[in-house]
């Protein structure tokens, strides 16, 4: 029996390059080797954007079309859209008699979120709503409501899965044992940096490469790059480990890699060219997935389908993994 994967990503804009080092590489992977439940969590997406709606629902779209376009395979993974699979909603009303509000302020991704949209927002950041306080509980059906074993995820979520396996440990010991606790497995490649220098690349950092960007915008985002603000010359020496352009060459072009720091650091290489030659390796990098995406734009009802076929396939297990909850629950009129 193959185990359970289940991974879920909010649908509020397109996959850039930090997701697809950060995570998708991991997927692609994994795909062949487990029982890959994707969710396109727009439930979840929902809980700091329900003034927003048409951009969740968009980006739904736009999101599942980007993540086949980098290969996962429909016929190996199960792509859902959360807000069809309402026994998420369901478990989430039963977790939430287990688990404190104190518990769920104290929850660190939850902290830095809230510290985050203070920081934004400023006061307003202190009107955090129920659903945003309560998204780990969600997140903890989400998780066990397809006994998802392994659980793909980056360093920020380890304090989800704590909760979610301290949620699962009060159900067994209260209604008998019945669910599994989840484990992490984490992203085995690092954190992709921003073109900015930032340890993070993010939509709301503006200082992400997109896999959608067309040639323009790439040019003109790493024509932008951070270098070693020392080198002024074209042929002064500098230090590539300072320079965002070399970070990237080491990302999509490997091969030249060597040439690439041996002649930074003698100054034997203008910025002006290495940022050209990382265009160039960005724009190869890009272009076979830009291909294959273009299939799926043409045929959005192939897209519809996946989904369609995904969700009803996640909908199953959410039922029989509800039975039997509910049983132990003593709810099973
Ligand atoms: N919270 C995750 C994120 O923001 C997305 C997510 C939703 C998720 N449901 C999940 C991740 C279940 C792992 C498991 O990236």
Do not use: W
């Amino acid at each position: 029996m193959k185990k359970n994967i289940l991974t879920g990503l909010r649908p509020t804009g397109n996959l850039h390059l930090g997701h697809y080092f950060g995570a998708c590489q991991n997927y692609l992977k994994m795909q062949d080797d487990y029982n890959f439940y994707l969710e396109i969590a727009d439930v979840q997406a929902l809980t700091d954007n329900f003034n927003n709606p048409e951009k969740v629902r968009k980006n739904v779209v736009e999101i599942t079309m980007d993540l086949l376009a980098i290969g996962l395979d429909p016929k190996k993974v199960h792509f859902f859209i959360q807000s069809r699979i309402p026994e998420i909603a369901e478990l989430t009303v039963f977790y939430s008699n287990l688990v404190t509000v104190a518990r769920l302020q104290r929850n660190p991704t939850v902290k830095n979120e809230i510290a985050q949209k203070k920081e934004l927002f400023g006061n307003q950041g202190e009107s955090i709503t129920y659903g945003f306080l309560g998204y780990p509980v969600s997140q903890a059906a989400d998780i066990t409501v397809f006994n998802g074993e392994l659980i793909p995820v980056g360093d920020d979520q380890l304090p989800l899965l704590e909760q979610c396996r301290e949620i699962v440990r009060k159900f067994n010991s209260i209604y008998g044992k019945t669910l599994n606790e989840p484990e992490q497995v984490l992203s085995t490649t690092t954190r992709v940096k921003g073109l900015d220098g930032n340890e993070k690349m993010g939509k709301s950092l503006g200082n992400a490469i997109y896999l959608i960007d067309d040639v323009e915008t790439v040019s003109k985002k790493i024509m932008n790059a951070v270098t070693d603000t020392s080198k002024i010359k074209k042929d002064d020496p500098a230090n590539p480990d300072v320079c965002m352009v070399y970070y990237y060459h080491k990302l999509v072009n490997s091969k030249n890699i060597d040439t690439v720091c041996q002649e930074c650091k003698k100054g034997h290489r203008g910025c002006v060219q290495c940022k050209r030659e990382l265009i160039e390796a960005m724009t190869n990098f890009l272009k076979p997935i830009q291909e294959n995406r273009k299939y799926y734009e043409e045929h959005p009802e192939i897209v519809h389908n996946i989904l369609n076929e995904g969700t009803n396939a996640a909908k199953k297990t959410a039922e029989e993994q509800m039975k039997k909850v509910k049983q132990a629950m003593k709810i099973d009129y």
